[in-house]
């Protein structure tokens, strides 16, 4: 059995912001802070991003601040996805309707959101029906963590006694390839989010693209 493995931001969406808005709403509703820190978002996890946050502007990690942080940002990112104009990436709904029809393959996700963030990205760009598990930004701060948990989840989803015989992450960071490579997966590198194409080939994927567009290289690639 196959399985492939998508993150989310730049990947098949570009949110148009929503989730930087709904960061910054964050920080400066539950917490007064109105200029954030620039932390690292690209390829990383919510739970990372808000750990940043935290050490950044001296706040505790506690339990307690996630909470807030979690509640808030869900809440925020909700009231800003329909306000910001982002769209679906090339190829990525073509490429995702061939893969469904296909028997041996089972589609994942592999994403630094939390999984509740996941959920209201993919269902305002009508692509949450395509994935029924995955691993999420809801307790690792580190990508590699992520990595394991939707391998973890993967094998659970799977029909009894069946193990993955290929397993492939498709994204759009360096941390996408390097994660891949933690779990001894395959990785489609692909430069519609923050890095060029260039910069993503210095990690050695698989294979790099420039979007998601060319349907049958890509089939031919990952299904052989
Ligand atoms: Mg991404």
Redesign the pocket.
């Given at each position: 059995m196959l399985v492939l493995l998508f993150?989310?931001?730049?990947?098949l969406i570009s949110t148009g912001g929503a989730g930087l808005n709904a960061l910054r709403a964050t920080m400066r509703e539950e917490f007064g802070i109105a200029e954030p820190n620039d932390v690292p978002v690209?390829?990383r996890t919510d739970r990372g991003i808000a750990r940043d946050l935290f050490r950044a502007h001296e706040l505790a990690e506690t339990e307690a601040h996630w909470q807030r942080f979690l509640d808030s940002y869900l809440r925020h990112l909700a009231d800003q996805l329909p306000r910001t104009r982002g769209r679906v990436l090339p190829g990525v709904a073509s490429l995702l309707d061939a893969l469904r029809g296909l028997e041996r393959v089972r589609l994942g996700l592999l994403?630094?959101n939390v999984q509740a963030g996941a959920r209201l990205k993919l269902r305002h760009y009508g692509l949450d029906s395509y994935f029924a598990f995955g691993g999420f930004g809801d307790r690792h701060a580190d990508r590699d963590g992520v990595a394991a948990e939707a391998l973890d989840a993967s094998r659970e989803h799977l029909p009894a006694e069946t193990q993955p015989d290929r397993v492939w992450v498709i994204?759009?960071?360096p941390m996408?390839i390097t994660c891949a490579r933690s779990i001894s997966a395959r990785c489609v590198a692909v430069a519609t989010?923050s890095f060029p194409r260039e910069a993503l080939e210095a990690y050695s994927p698989d294979l790099a693209v420039d979007n998601l567009d060319r349907l049958d290289h890509l089939l031919e690639v990952l299904v052989g």
């Amino acid at each position: 059995m196959l399985v492939l493995l998508f993150d989310i931001d730049g990947t098949l969406i570009s949110t148009g912001g929503a989730g930087l808005n709904a960061l910054r709403a964050t920080m400066r509703e539950e917490f007064g802070i109105a200029e954030p820190n620039d932390v690292p978002v690209s390829g990383r996890t919510d739970r990372g991003i808000a750990r940043d946050l935290f050490r950044a502007h001296e706040l505790a990690e506690t339990e307690a601040h996630w909470q807030r942080f979690l509640d808030s940002y869900l809440r925020h990112l909700a009231d800003q996805l329909p306000r910001t104009r982002g769209r679906v990436l090339p190829g990525v709904a073509s490429l995702l309707d061939a893969l469904r029809g296909l028997e041996r393959v089972r589609l994942g996700l592999l994403t630094g959101n939390v999984q509740a963030g996941a959920r209201l990205k993919l269902r305002h760009y009508g692509l949450d029906s395509y994935f029924a598990f995955g691993g999420f930004g809801d307790r690792h701060a580190d990508r590699d963590g992520v990595a394991a948990e939707a391998l973890d989840a993967s094998r659970e989803h799977l029909p009894a006694e069946t193990q993955p015989d290929r397993v492939w992450v498709i994204g759009d960071t360096p941390m996408d390839i390097t994660c891949a490579r933690s779990i001894s997966a395959r990785c489609v590198a692909v430069a519609t989010g923050s890095f060029p194409r260039e910069a993503l080939e210095a990690y050695s994927p698989d294979l790099a693209v420039d979007n998601l567009d060319r349907l049958d290289h890509l089939l031919e690639v990952l299904v052989g």
